[in-house]
């Protein structure tokens, strides 16, 4: 089915561990996006990217890496799980048209013990 | 930078009561303005969206919101809320980067 798809849909895992957080899209959107929604801070841009290949830092970056090696997929890495990592964590992808709209996946809600 | 402000954290209602959620915005550029709203459990979905033209922009299941340049606000606005309009209501702003900065939402909560 065309869409958004993240996965796991749920994790729990332990401080220290790496956890791959994984995103993919069907539109063959140029951008997509990496988000963290936590209670009082509403959603925080973590990682973007504009492309294959091409990524940027957003506003809480630290302790997070990506990579896009193709269009449709945008996995997020957390190398070394923090408690503070424990969130809800959602993939966006919108097309490289202004106004165009920016479309969530499903979230992925992660706990880090 | 762009940044973006709600100002109602939680606002309860009783049904059939008129709404207005408060969104004002900083950014220097032309603008794309948009409210997504996330019903409890769920992913947020787009409602509305201004991106030029008429500054009355009229969404999904009845919402609307009004983009005032002079004052830097777009307020979503419904005449008669449901039980079912229960959820949180982000508002965001984009400029030319295709990023959106998101404000850190407000709560309705519907009372039947």
């Known amino acids: 089915d065309a869409g958004i798809t993240q996965s796991p849909r749920y994790k729990i895992t332990e401080t220290g561990r790496q956890v791959t957080l994984m995103c993919h899209q069907t539109w063959s959107h140029s951008y997509m996006f990496w988000y963290r929604q936590d209670l009082g801070h509403g959603l925080r841009l973590i990682y973007y990217s504009a492309a294959a290949d091409i990524t940027d830092k957003g506003e809480v970056p630290d302790g997070y890496v990506v990579s896009r090696s193709k269009t449709e997929n945008f996995p997020l890495t957390l190398e070394s799980a923090t408690r503070s990592q424990t969130s809800v964590y959602f993939c966006?992808?919108?097309?490289?048209?202004?106004?165009?709209?920016?479309?969530f996946g499903p979230g992925t809600r992660l706990t880090v013990l | 930078a762009q940044s973006v402000s709600q100002h109602n954290h939680h606002v309860i209602l009783s049904e059939a009561a008129s709404l207005e959620l408060g969104c004002n915005y900083s950014y220097g550029g032309t603008v794309n303005l948009f409210w997504y709203v996330q019903y409890p459990g769920q992913h947020l979905q787009l409602l509305l969206k201004y991106f030029s033209g008429d500054p009355l922009v009229k969404g999904i299941k009845g919402f609307e919101a009004e983009f005032i340049k002079s004052k830097f606000s777009f307020n979503l606005r419904k005449p008669s809320v449901q039980w079912s309009d229960t959820a949180e209501y982000f508002c965001a702003v984009g400029g030319s980067n295709y990023k959106l900065t998101f404000g850190k939402g407000t709560l309705l909560t519907v009372n039947p």
């Open positions: 966006a992808s919108r097309e490289s048209i202004s106004g165009s709209e920016q479309f």
